[in-house]
Each structure stands twice: as structure tokens, then as C-alpha cells.
């Protein structure tokens, strides 16, 4: 046998001492909003240096899911066991080998490093002064002005044979993006651990008449206006095999006797229900902090994704994700560890200064004791209304998160995000300088994550315009809230989207200059699709209020895709899983409603228009889903 053991350990050997130069890896051009350079890290203190290791095959990953995705695919709906999701793109022993050799040969001995259970990682613990110069970097401690500090550096580079199997490492220069829910006015940076708190979707206050009517569907939506506007008729056949995931961030909860409020109203067959709740890392229900701010989002998802998948009757139960304990929360990687366990690191998440670190009940009182990794099966469909800035991360972080969608969509999962609500303006607002900090008086335009991921279906805002009924065309959002759109920095376009965008790009080529949008044409445009996301009727803490937000539009997107799966599910077909594909091919249109008025301001701008056929601000339009349900159908 050529492969002895000895071969093999002189090959490592060979490999480690063999000269390499370094090269850059990743590199920050200014520091978050909020922090500055307190001093440089002590030398002596030690680090638990974190590399993540490249997967194996993630350059084949579109490739694959195509294959599965593609409604012209033969292999349209052979969806993959996690199993093989997982022992496809585990990291090659190539690239754990080459890691551990590096560090063995500039002195890391083997008892100070880990391999993660998944051998997505390798942790080595190391002094500061070691740590600078495995990197070439110079470590600082930087300080929030609320006085929160974080260990860091401004880039770091890696020997060029080390580079090429690391995808990032930590910590670095990765810093403490804030999640936010969609909406809501500017506060200070803060800890992941309470993603959201103080801003929500917006709301116009309570009022005290209601309307159940088709009538008033122009001043208050209701489900009835929902299922009047995308003709959303249809019971349930077959909910024991179907599955609709709604995804909260702890603090944020919801509240039963609301839903129970809203439910007499509108749905008395489901008074008393709740959603079936997954706990993870430690994510509860909470009740010590209440009022519009920590209730009103989960109000609004629940309430409609709860109503609209149970016409007249109660078939169809709803799966909660909370995620995140009280003292810390939680982020985007640690739902994807509880769903994908092979995605998982050494504490549960993928960047401790990105996400929740599990368990934390070392560090806080009443912290969770244990980590989520894999615990639960996705459910068919997973909706979430929270999201960051594309800038808020790094480029290798964004990647990494968005290969694991893919992952989802490879397993039949079907992954809905709220585009934003403040145009081409990110969250609170905040626009690009042209060094790529953002600030409220930048002029570029701030695309959003996940949603720029070609990986999920990104779901933007409608209306239906003053004084109009739900028989008129709906218009994009412009009432309190501006449907978030554009063009990313990160992802290039998607094959599935090249014609669309090529079209807009002809056809209706907006202005502004080249500065301050990306308008190369090459990158991943959203949103995908849309729907109204103005004046819902919403019970929050015991009254109706009217409530605006592309967080209303996700739900509802999540909702009718739900009832596609179950009539789908029904005839002993797969869950339609990753739908970009499919709903932008020609087979495809005319199944959705176009939207063609209004626009998506922001950034000292009016923003995109919506136009007819594919645009930046409404994408391919609002669902019909009769016409949905009926190519879906007939697909394999
Ligand atoms: C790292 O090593 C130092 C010195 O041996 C030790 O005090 C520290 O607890 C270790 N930290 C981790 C995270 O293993
Ligand atoms: C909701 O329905 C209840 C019971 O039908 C009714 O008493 C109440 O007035 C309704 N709420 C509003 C705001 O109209
Ligand atoms: C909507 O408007 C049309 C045209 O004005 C009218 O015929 C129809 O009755 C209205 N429908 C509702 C539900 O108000
Ligand atoms: C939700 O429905 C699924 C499938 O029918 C069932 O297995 C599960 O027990 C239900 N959960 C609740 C809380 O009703
Ligand atoms: C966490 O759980 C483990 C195992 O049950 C136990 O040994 C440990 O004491 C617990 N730690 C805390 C802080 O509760
Ligand atoms: C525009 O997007 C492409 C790919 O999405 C990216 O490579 C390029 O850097 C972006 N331009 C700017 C100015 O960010």
C-alpha cells in the first residue's frame, strides 16, 4: 500500500514546513458605529483562536441544489437526506490536516488544540503575542460607548497554503452586529443578546373600530382582505404530514390572550390554540418584559400565520423556533446549529461575536446549560422577519451562513425573509459612506441580509392605496414603511434571476450614479416577491393596533407556500422546497399579481419603482394562489 501511516505523516510534515507566503484574509475599513480603540491586548493573555474550516464541495453547492430546485431539473423535488447534506460538505481531512500541521510546526502543541465534534473547527488556545504572530495582526481591545468591550483586529492574513482551507477566523475582525427586527427608529449598537429590543414594525397606535369587511381593506387588513387579495380559499388535506416554522428571537414573544383577541375576531375554530413551541438555546416565551416592542412582532406573525393556514376549522398547527435565552439571545447561525447539526461549532454558534455562545449559564444567572445542535427537523416552510444590513458582517461570515440555506433548500426546506422596511436604506434607516461604515446621512444604498443570500426567498411590501379595495392592483408600500430592494455587494446574480434583472436593467435603468448603487448588473437583486404589508389589524397587550411592515408580508408569503406544500403533500408529491428557481422561469408567469405603482425611497432618494415585470421593489409581485397552487400541480 502506497498510503502507510508513515507515507502520510511526512506528506503533513511536508506540507507544514513547506515556505508559504502569506496573503491577506480579511480585512475591516473602519470600526462599527459606536466603538473605538481603547488600547493595544495584553501580549501574556490568552485567546481560544478559532478557524473555521472551508467545506468540501460548497463550489458545487448551487450546482446541486439546482439539480433538485430547477423545475426543469429530472431530479425536481429529489430533496436530500441531512445525512448526505452533512458527509457532502464536511470539511476534507485535507483541510483539517493542513490547519493542524501550520500550528503544530509554529508551535502550538497538539494538547492545546480541539477539533469540533462536526470538524468544522479547530480551536487553538494561544497567547495574544502567539496569536500575532500566527496572523500577522495586532490584537486591540475596543470599547462601546455603553462600555461593553470585545478583543479584535483591524485584518489579519493567513499563509497562502493555510488560506485557501479557512473560511474565517475568530476572533478577528468580526464585531457585535446588532439583530434587529424589521422596523423601527435608530438606537445604539447593543449585545446580540437582545436582538431587537425597542424597535419593531411600526404601528400607527390602537383604534377602536374594527372592520371585518372587504370594504376597508385600503385603512384595515384583516385575514379576510389577505385572502380576498391572493385568492388564499383552501383546507387543509394533509397537516399530519405538513409543517409551517415561524422563527421569534427571545426577547420578543408572543402573547396567548392576544392571539386569543385576535382569534374571536377572526378565526373562532382557533381560540385557545397556540403554536407549538421548539425551544431553542434556551429560547423561552418570556413574560417579565412586555408592550408593543416585545410583542409586537410575534403578535403579527402568529396571528396571520396561525389564521391563514386554518380556514374555517383548526388542521394545520404552526411551529414556533424561539430562539435565544433571556441574558444573551441569539442569531441567525444558532436557529441554523438547532436545524442542521452539522453546521454546528464548539459552543453552538458560528462567530461568538456574531452569535449566541451556548451554554452561557457559566456566565449569566438563569443562562441556558446546553447547546441546541441539531435538535430539531426544519419544517417545510421556516418565515422569519428579522434581518441585518449586508454591511453589518463580513463577506466570509455572510457566505458561510448563506451556504447553509442552500443546505436547507438541498433538504426541501423552503426559506422565507422579510426584504426591510426602509427602502434602499438599511435598518434604522442608515445608509454606505464610500468607506463602507454606515451612518443616517449616507448617500449609498444599504442592501439587507439574508435577503440578498440567492438562497432565500426574499419577500418585500404592498399596499392597497388609499380609497382603493382589494379588487384594484396593490401598489408597493408606502405608508409608514418602504419595501427594502436593491442590488447586493456581496452575492453575485443567480443564474435563476439572470433574465429578470437583465430585463429591468434594459427596460427601466434607474439613474442614479454608479457610486451609490451596485449597478454592475452581476449581483443578487431583491426582493424576490412581496406582499401587502400596510394598516394590519394586529391584537398587542389587549387592544387592536394597526401595524406596517414587511415583517406582515413574510407570514403571509410563508402561509400561502404552506398550503401549496399541503395540497401537494396530499397527491404524495415533495414540499416545493427552494422556490427561486420555479417561480422566475417561464412556467412560472403570470402567478403573480404585478406590481407596477410606487416606489421604494430612502437614502435622500425616491429609491427603485416598481414597474412591469421584475423589479427591485415588489420583485416578481404579489401571489395568486390558485395560480400557484395549480403549476405547483402539475410540476413532478
Ligand atoms: C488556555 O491556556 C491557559 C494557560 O494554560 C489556561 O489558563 C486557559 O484556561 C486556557 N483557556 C482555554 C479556553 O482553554
Ligand atoms: C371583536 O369581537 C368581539 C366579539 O365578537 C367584539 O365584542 C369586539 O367588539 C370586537 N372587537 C372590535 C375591536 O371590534
Ligand atoms: C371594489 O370596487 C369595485 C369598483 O368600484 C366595486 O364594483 C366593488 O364592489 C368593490 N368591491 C368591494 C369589496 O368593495
Ligand atoms: C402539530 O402537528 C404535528 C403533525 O400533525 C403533530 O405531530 C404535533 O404533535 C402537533 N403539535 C401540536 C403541539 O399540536
Ligand atoms: C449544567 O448541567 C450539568 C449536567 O447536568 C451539571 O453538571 C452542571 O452543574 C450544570 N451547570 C450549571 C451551571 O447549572
Ligand atoms: C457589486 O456586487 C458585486 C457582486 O455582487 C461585488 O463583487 C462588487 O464588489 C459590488 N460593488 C460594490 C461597489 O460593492
Known sequence: MLCSPVF??????????????????????????GWTTSRRHDAAEHLPLRFGLRQSNVDQLDALLMDVADPESPNYGAHWAPEKVAATFAPSKASVDAVRAWLLAEGVPAAKMKIAPGKGWIQANVTVAHAERLLRTTYNVYTHAGGEQHVGCEKYDLPEHVASHVDLVTPSIHFDAVLRKRGGAAVPAKKIG??????????????????????????????VCLRALYGLVYQPLASSKNSFGIVEYTPQAYVQSDLDMFNKNFSTAIVGKSPNLVSIDGGVVQNVQTGFDYNGESNLDLQYAMNLVNFAGYKQNVTLYQVGDIPQGASFNNLLDALDGSFCTFEGGDDPLNDGIYPDSDSYPNGFNGTSCGITKPANVISTSYGYNEADLSPFYTARQCAEYAKLGLMGVTVVYSSGDNGVAGNSDLCLNADG??????????????????????????QVSPGQNV??????????????????????LPAYQKAAVAGYLKDHKPSYAAGIWNSTGGSRAYP???????????????????????SASAPVVGAILTMVNDARLAVGKKPIG?????????????????????GNQGCGTPGFAAVPGWDPVTGLGTPSFPKLLARWLLLP
Request: aromatic share 12%; proline share 7%; net charge negative.
Open 194 to 223: 437582545l436582538p431587537g429590543v425597542g424597535i419593531s414594525p411600526k404601528t400607527t397606535g390602537a383604534f377602536s373600530t374594527l372592520f371585518t369587511e372587504l370594504q376597508h381593506c385600503d385603512t384595515q387588513i384583516t385575514p
Open 437 to 462: 461604515s454606515q451612518t443616517e446621512d449616507g448617500a449609498i444604498f444599504n442592501p439587507s441580509f439574508p435577503s440578498t443570500c440567492p438562497y432565500v426567498t426574499a419577500i418585500g411590501a404592498t
Open 528 to 550: 424576490d416577491i412581496s406582499a401587502n404589508g400596510a394598516n394590519y389589524v394586529v391584537a398587542v397587550n389587549g387592544k387592536f393596533a394597526r401595524v406596517f411592515g414587511t
Open 578 to 598: 427552494f422556490i427561486n428557481p420555479s417561480i422566475y422561469s417561464a412556467f412560472f408567469a403570470g402567478a403573480f399579481n404585478d406590481i407596477t405603482q410606487g
Open 8 to 33: 502520510l505523516a511526512l506528506l503533513s510534515l511536508a506540507v507544514s514546513v513547506q515556505a508559504s507566503p502569506y496573503v491577506l484574509h480579511e480585512k475591516r475599513s473602519h470600526l462599527p458605529a
Open 471 to 492: 379588487t384594484d392592483p396593490e401598489s408597493a408600500c408606502e405608508q409608514v414603511i418602504y419595501s427594502g430592494g436593491g442590488f447586493s455587494n456581496y452575492f453575485a
